[in-house]
């Protein structure tokens, strides 16, 4: 079955830092990853989707990468600012089922 | 425009009860979800249907009844409300069946005392 993993569980940094978020699973045989942001008591809202074919999606500042052999995704996101603040979620794709971390918890201090 | 809806936003009832959450999308999507996000912030899927059609049962209690009425609508009721039942539950829809992206509702909080 597939499993999820995020690290850290929460992260605070200064505004203006570079930082990196990580997803680890556990089957390779995925179809897509994506990153998702939630905000407190909202839903989900969709940052980047990588296909299996894909090594990486880059939206402004944010760039993810994939690396399928590992099971790894990395969320890159440059220049942080407060706004920034939020839980980041990866979630895998397999046979129609998306499976999800539980999620980084961003702090960006202004 | 909101992309995909739910409602109530917040629902508290008492243990035994049976209640029922809507979730719209006017996204013209195939395919709707339905998700339990427990305390600790995991999400895990519970039903998909594309097209009206049952997909994905995930290992729900029977308790749980979704219905699809038409592609833009998935509902979920629920009979005999259990104290663990409590949890955010989003709605999600996508265009098609796999390799989509996912546009997720604003979530309903269910409270059951």
């Known amino acids: 079955k597939q499993e999820v993993t995020q690290i850290p569980a929460a992260l605070s940094v200064p505004e203006g830092e570079n930082l990196v978020l990580n997803c680890s699973f556990t089957d390779s045989a995925i179809y897509n990853l994506q990153w998702f942001r939630q905000d407190p008591g909202k839903g989900l809202t969709s940052l980047l989707l990588?296909?299996?074919?894909?090594r990486e999606q880059t939206s402004g500042r944010l760039n993810a990468s994939l690396d399928k052999s590992s099971g790894r995704s990395t969320l890159y996101i440059a220049a942080s600012q407060p706004g920034d603040s939020a839980t980041y979620l990866c979630a895998v794709e397999n046979f129609n089922k998306f499976y999800f971390g539980s999620g980084t918890k961003l702090n960006v201090k202004p | 425009d909101t992309a995909v809806s739910q409602t109530p936003k917040y629902l508290v009832t008492q243990m035994g009860n049976d209640k029922s959450i809507k979730c719209e999308q006017n996204l013209g999507h195939d395919t709707m979800y339905w998700y339990k996000q427990d305390s600790k912030k995991f999400l895990k899927i519970m039903f998909s249907y594309n097209n009206k059609e049952l997909i994905i049962n995930e290992t729900v209690p029977n308790r749980f009844s979704p219905k699809s009425p038409d592609k833009a609508h998935l509902n979920l009721h629920i009979n005999s409300l259990e104290l663990g039942d409590s949890a955010v539950y989003f709605c999600a829809s996508s265009i098609g069946l796999a390799g989509d992206t996912q546009y997720f509702g604003p979530g309903t909080r269910l409270t059951v005392l």
């Open positions: 990588i296909q299996s074919s894909q």
